[in-house]
């Protein structure tokens, strides 16, 4: 089963708007990972937040951490129309197997 | 810098047949990984290799084996394809550790008919 579950599943919004994308996960972690899918191409990590960590930010991109919640948000401000893709949260979890467990994705769509 | 390459881009295969899914990086990493793409599932863990010499099973195994070449190479072979193995497929390396980011390859669409 996913570890992960990303909330909303689709996302439209108009050109400078802000996106919030929503992750929920199961198990402890060793750090929550988001990453970026261009259509019909591979993914590109955006930013890591580490479980003793609560929010980082980025460039336009900020990300929160709720370890008693099992949930992590992405914020990406005045979003551009080049933003449309679709977005993973991605987790390493604290025991056993180091291979990163991907969400199902949020695919946003940015209006010009 | 090349980053992880993926070959073949596209393939189509009759059910039955087999092929092997190749991967290279060039970025030293000890750690690869393949992955399996379909549509509202996410990515879903099929093997992976911690360091050279090393292999384990990941979420979805069945049907797949694996072989890690030397340090830059990590292959996928399907042994006797079905249908349920259309997907998209990603490769994956990162150095080896916690707290560190994968570097995806560009995928291989595979459709088995």
């Known amino acids: ?112 | 810098n090349a980053g992880v390459t993926q070959t073949p881009k596209f393939q189509v295969l009759k059910t039955g047949q087999s092929m092997t899914l190749q991967c290279a990086q060039d970025m030293n990493h000890n750690s690869m990984y393949w992955y399996r793409q379909d549509p509202g599932m996410g990515l879903r863990l099929i093997y992976y290799s911690a360091s050279e010499g090393t292999t384990d099973k990941g979420e979805v195994p069945n049907g797949y084996n694996v072989s890690r070449l030397n340090k830059r190479e990590f292959s996928l072979r399907l042994e006797s394809a079905a249908p349920s193995q259309t997907s998209v497929y990603f490769c994956a390396s990162s150095e080896q550790g916690i707290d560190t980011e994968a570097f995806f390859g560009q995928g291989t669409r595979l459709t088995v008919v």
């Not at chain 1, 708007?17 to 929503?22: G, I, K, Q, Y």
């Not at chain 1, 979003?79 to 197997?97: K, L, N, P």
């Open chain 1, 1 to 112: 089963s996913q570890q992960g579950e990303e909330d909303p599943q689709a996302l439209s919004i108009q050109e400078g708007e802000n996106a919030t994308m929503n992750c929920s996960y199961k198990t402890s972690i060793n750090n929550l990972q988001w990453y970026r899918q261009n259509s019909g191409r591979g993914l590109v990590h955006l930013i890591l937040i580490r479980s003793n960590e609560r929010e980082k930010h980025s460039g336009r991109l900020r990300v929160t951490l709720d370890t008693s919640k099992k949930s992590s948000s992405l914020l990406i401000t005045a979003s551009r129309a080049a933003d449309t893709a679709s977005y993973f949260c991605a987790t390493e979890t604290d025991t056993g197997r180091r291979a990163l467990t991907f969400g199902s994705g949020t695919r946003l769509q940015v209006q010009p």
